[in-house]
């Protein structure tokens, strides 16, 4: 009787467990093509902008008129986009600059070496994004 219980209790135990596992696996794997959803609307590359298009294309039924009309206007929104972009950015990346020092004088030695480690990653991950984001003042 005994050994059952046991035998009852490890099964559904690896039960649960394998469905933690696979919980986990599944939101990683979601967040990652979310994560790849949202950057091709946020990128202003040219191969983003074909995948906008094609998206819509398959999302909306466009007709071939209308796939040019909204290629025309998105590349007019583009440039201006750009336009604004570089304005911008170097003002984002000073006051981000001044934040990572005011974050810095704050931390002893070994959170310094921690805070190192995790810019370098949020500057990896935001590389693996693409784009303008990946490159700058864009860390922690």
């Not at 009852?8 to 967040?31: R, T």
Request: proline share 1%.
């Amino acid at each position: 009787m005994k050994t059952k219980y046991i035998l009852a209790v490890l099964f559904i135990s690896l039960i649960l467990i394998l469905g933690i596992i696979g919980g986990i696996a599944g939101s990683k794997i979601y967040h990652k093509q979310a994560g790849k959803d949202r950057c091709v609307h946020r990128s202003l590359s040219s191969r983003n902008k074909i995948e906008r298009i094609e998206y819509l294309t398959y999302k909306l039924s466009l007709n071939p008129q209308q796939i040019e009309a909204i290629r025309i206007d998105l590349d007019i929104a583009t440039v201006e986009l750009e336009k604004l972009h570089s304005v911008i950015r170097p003002r984002f990346e000073k006051i981000h600059l001044k934040m990572r020092e005011a974050i810095k004088k704050h931390l002893s030695s070994e959170q310094m070496a921690i805070f190192r480690e995790m810019s370098k990653h949020r500057r990896k991950m935001l590389k693996h994004l693409g784009g303008e984001r990946g490159r700058g003042v864009s860390d922690y």
